[in-house]
């Protein structure tokens, strides 16, 4: 199968929504937060793990599995769920993003036919296509992939995104027509950056193609500001059909991802709660801690008390401190499991605010504690 | 309780025997591997999967301990089990051999009292003396604590090693006189080199100190030949009583176990198993295979089909490759678990061969297997 989203419930004063996607591995709810396995791995976690913080969907890098192992040789182990032994349902992107921001020296040529760049491996020459894409994609065989689009930096002018977009709709349009694994969604992109004819043309241009959900993308770039992100998010979602899902693409901080539920976002995705774990930072209900700070060098109480982790229900705060600073890889996986943990149960809850229609009071609640003491 | 060692069956042709171990967290068969935890953590694996892999004892480092968090810490969380979570039992070493290898610019004073060197992470004046050394020991709380003892180096000559015997043998009265852990048993280290009178005379002294169990020390070192080791325990063993558990410190590459449980052997420890799995390298039947090895790129199979590991049991070769060349930690986790799995189950197997008297015939079915491809 490819994907089904139901809408369940709209909320009454926000435009959040309590939904389900059912996919060829189960049915979930969203809102939904998904780890990142950039290379077929959500960094230092097994899959049993991440089903053991109550994963869903899981994201993939097109880009990075590209070039290694390469999609042949995961294609010969059976695809991505066999390859990395996940048994929940797995998204892939496009590259598009990656080919932007790591292309090597950041040089890259965009063409009408994709983009040519240097790879941040070995400096090899490349080019990515729409096309391309579509097929690598479908050799990973995720259950859900994404349309090539282009990627503006945040500082890009509103002739060169006016541009960019038509290029992006073009392309999407191609990656369409050659899609052709029957148990794969593809879902298409909105760009656009902060301007609202922009993000609606591209919105109803990439709706008229018929995808089987839809992205915004371009919101997670180097040096945009939160107001921007909420806009673009804004200017998209009243031109997403109600019966498709929403994903909103590399956003991760537990604000933004209240944020973007209260505008009507079904899906996120960040590497946020594995990177900052790999730094020894920890999310809690109090704002984000620091490991490295000497103040939990002999604080004997969990992580977090209420939090029901593999982590929090086994080490004292002493303990991952003293991973955390004598550089055991340990620390940053018992860090990983409770931030992904932190922001999955973020997710759950929002969705029973959604359900009981309280969606502004949680934001409230939830905020006003977390951004007191956060670092 | 401290431990209690029962001898249940001699070898007929050989010095090898089969035994059990009583102790706080259990009782356990041995010959047995323990896995090194250095830092109160066995890297990048949890007490779970030491468990999944059937691991008994571990041990963890004093000296590391000490100086990072410090054993008072250690003590504060409710000692290194509730520390680190692990419910099986947990042996400390003394320090010693850390002392003489790590002190910073391998510069140390060895005096009566103890030994002055610099800490390998800040250059820091410190001192550590056999009372030192069971007093952090008895509040790391580990089950088997070690007595402080000198290792000299490979290349120390006859002279040197006399006068070191005897001092280790002052030491380790001098530590058995104020050990006061009514929980923690202590063991006395035999030492001498490859000399045969330097190890009886350790031995027969050390053994009149009455421990509850006896290590063999000084065989790990950089620069000793098989020879000299293999030497070095025949020296030693006959002197040690039959009800009293044998250890051979730092050893663990499976030829050196076999030939180690063959001349009457019953624990090893190393850190080889998780240190060659961070470097891309497993055991295997058929000797030590290393992943950065482009044969592996698109072998579908598994590491061993035979084997019980989770690794094993869930992934291909081309997946841990994958892993191993993109430097992803999940890689060496993978082969930690596989590794460490191989050398308990080859002690499983020593003492099923122990009890069938079929010991030489497993050492040469084993040996001629793994001999013929390894790295």
Redesign the interface.
């Known amino acids: 199968m490819k994907i089904n989203y139901e809408l369940i419930k709209n909320s009454k004063n926000t435009n959040a929504r309590y939904g389900k996607i059912e996919t060829n591995y189960g049915t979930y709810e969203t809102p939904m937060f998904m780890p990142v396995g950039t290379?077929?791995?959500v960094?230092?976690?097994?899959p049993e793990e991440l089903i053991g913080v109550h994963s869903g969907i899981i994201l993939a890098n097109t880009y990075?599995l590209w070039l290694?192992?390469g999609e042949d040789?995961v294609a010969?182990?059976?695809g991505l769920h066999k390859?990395?032994?996940y048994k929940g349902p797995i998204l892939t992107d496009s590259g598009g993003f990656q080919v932007f921001s790591l292309a090597k020296n950041k040089q890259k040529d965009i063409q009408e036919e994709g983009v040519h760049f240097k790879s941040h491996i070995d400096g090899q020459n490349l080019l990515l296509t729409p096309e391309k894409s579509i097929a690598i994609q479908n050799k990973l065989d995720s259950d859900i992939a994404m349309s090539f689009d282009e990627c503006p930096p945040a500082s890009a002018s509103y002739e060169y995104l006016k541009n960019s977009v038509e290029r992006t709709i073009r392309w999407a349009k191609r990656g369409k027509a050659v899609h052709n694994n029957p148990n794969q969604a593809l879902f298409g992109i909105v760009q656009g950056g902060p301007y609202e004819d922009l993000r609606k043309y591209s919105a109803i241009e990439t709706v008229k193609l018929d995808f089987d959900g839809y992205s915004i993308g371009g919101v997670a770039n180097d040096g945009e500001s939160k107001e921007d992100m909420y806009k673009a998010i804004e200017y998209s979602i009243p031109y997403l059909p109600e019966n498709k899902v929403r994903y909103l693409m590399g956003v991760g901080e537990p604000v933004d991802i209240i944020e973007g539920v209260i505008r009507g976002v079904d899906i996120f995705d960040c590497v946020l709660p594995t990177r900052i774990a790999r730094h020894g930072q920890a999310f809690t209900r109090n704002g984000k801690i620091n490991f490295h700070n000497a103040k939990y060098?002999?604080d004997?109480s969990k992580l977090e008390e209420t939090c029901d982790c593999?982590t929090c229900q086994?080490?004292?705060k002493?303990?991952i401190?003293?991973?955390i600073?004598?550089n055991?890889?340990?620390g940053?996986?018992l860090l990983s499991i409770h931030n992904i943990r932190f922001l999955i149960k973020l997710t759950e809850e929002l969705r029973e605010a959604i359900k009981n229609d309280k969606i502004l009071e949680y934001k409230e609640e939830f905020l006003t504690k977390y951004n007191k003491n956060s670092v």
Not at 43 to 46: D, P, Y
């Open positions: 290379r077929a791995t960094k230092s976690l097994t990075h290694r192992p040789i010969k182990c059976g390859f990395m032994n060098k002999e004997t593999y086994n080490y004292t002493a303990y401190r003293h991973l600073t004598t055991e890889t340990l940053g996986r």
